[in-house]
């Protein structure tokens, strides 16, 4: 009979995931462990977002110390979870689902996230996803969303100097 072995992921080099590591009492010596939402993202937007939030040179965009530049207005925070890869996800429970992209606001987008950035709630995903967006340049789309955010967080940067 065969007998069911757990499978690890390490990611040798890499402080990513410090945060999210535990150790189990009983787990095998220097094995690691990563929390749920860290594993949820690795499963589901890590294949095309990269592990550590840096993608390939693609459609796909980097969120590492990028994507917070959406967070400085309701348009490109909404837009975050409009988008298919987002609203169309396979993580259906609205909260889990929030916890993925608190995880990648809180650690990945780094130094682009802003000061005072509100945690996703179940009830904005739950709304959100409801309106995906559906336009006929979606890339460009996302650069006019993007301006827009940055010129917010350059306006908000510049009121408190």
């Not at 040179?57 to 400085?72: D, E, I, K, M, Q």
Request: net charge positive; proline share 4%.
């Amino acid at each position: 009979m065969m007998r069911a072995v757990p499978v690890l992921m390490l990611i040798a080099g890499s402080g990513f995931f410090l945060s999210g590591i535990s150790h189990a009492a009983d787990s095998v010596e220097h094995a690691t462990v990563l929390d749920h939402t860290s594993v949820t993202y690795l499963s589901h937007c890590g294949g095309c977002h990269g592990i550590e939030g840096v993608s390939r040179n693609s459609f796909v965009p980097t969120l590492r110390n990028a994507v917070g530049g959406f967070a400085c207005t309701d348009e490109g925070r909404a837009y975050l979870i409009r988008v298919p890869g987002v609203s169309m996800s396979l993580i259906r429970d609205d909260q889990a689902l929030a916890d993925v992209m608190n995880f990648v606001m809180f650690r990945l987008a780094g130094t682009s996230l802003p000061k005072g950035f509100r945690p996703y709630t179940a009830a904005e995903i739950h709304q959100w996803r409801g309106e995906p967006l559906s336009v006929p340049d979606f890339m460009a789309q996302r650069g006019q969303t993007l301006e827009r955010s940055l010129a917010a967080c350059a306006q908000k940067t510049a009121k408190k100097l």
